[in-house]
């Protein structure tokens, strides 16, 4: 367990409907990142928040939003799903990679859309 | 936008064989992190660079961070079965919030 708490697992949905990933960070980390990875893809960065606010935006489509909340964890809100957003959806947290402490990732979310 | 390029793609090799993938910024970075994701799992952090010139060891795992803090790279000796999976760095632009940028991973496949 990584400290970082991602769900659902697996989500299988259809082509056009909206979903909702969710994610808790590790204790005491502030800042959360989304990223998204393709099969045999790197991870490509979509969003991150700070302690409730957006601090920077990836290759994110406007059709995907996400937020923070007070209790600090975030939800990754993706919409009008298309085939091509079937992926992995990872949630990372840290305390500030500046200072020499990496992301903690959790599990993942898998998406498919069929 | 800033770009981190990482070769190779794929990397095979017999068990005992060293492995080395590559990293490669457009621009200059505050740092270099580097993370392992075993298949079917997640990505989990190896290691930060920072200072030009660093390199750091751990066990069987030498990283370096390039002079001119643009490349980095991560070496491992002797490979074992339980170094599969795929290496991933990541760098951080210099005044960045702490949004890191990951390279494509090198994947390591080791026959025994």
């Known amino acids: 367990d990584s400290g970082v708490t991602q769900t659902p697992k697996h989500l299988i949905t259809a082509t056009g409907q909206r979903v909702t990933l969710r994610c808790s960070p590790r204790s005491g980390d502030l800042s959360v990142y989304w990223y998204q990875q393709s099969l045999d893809q790197g991870l490509q960065f979509l969003i991150q928040y700070y302690n409730g606010e957006e601090r920077a935006k990836g290759n994110i489509l406007e059709r995907f939003s996400a937020q923070q909340f007070p209790d600090l964890h975030s939800e990754l809100n993706l919409s009008s799903l298309e085939l091509g957003d079937s992926a992995l959806y990872f949630c990372?947290?840290?305390?500030?990679?500046?200072?020499?402490?990496?992301?903690?990732f959790g599990s993942g979310t898998r998406l498919t859309v069929v | 936008g800033q770009q981190v390029m990482q070769i190779p793609q794929y990397q095979h090799v017999q068990e005992g064989e060293d492995f080395t993938t590559y990293c490669n910024s457009s621009t200059t970075l505050s740092n270099i992190q580097w993370y392992k994701q075993r298949p079917g799992g997640h990505p989990v952090f190896l290691i930060q660079l920072v200072k030009s010139g660093e390199v750091k060891k751990q066990k069987r795992l030498t990283f370096q961070f390039g002079e001119a803090k643009k490349n980095s790279s991560l070496h491992i000796t002797a490979t074992q079965t339980t170094d599969v999976g795929t290496y991933f760095c990541?760098?951080?632009?210099?005044?960045?919030?702490?949004?890191?940028?990951f390279g494509k991973g090198t994947k390591l496949s080791v026959k025994p």
């Open positions: 990541a760098g951080l632009k210099g005044g960045s919030q702490g949004n890191l940028i």
């Open positions: 990372a947290s840290s305390s500030g990679p500046d200072r020499g402490h990496g992301y903690t």
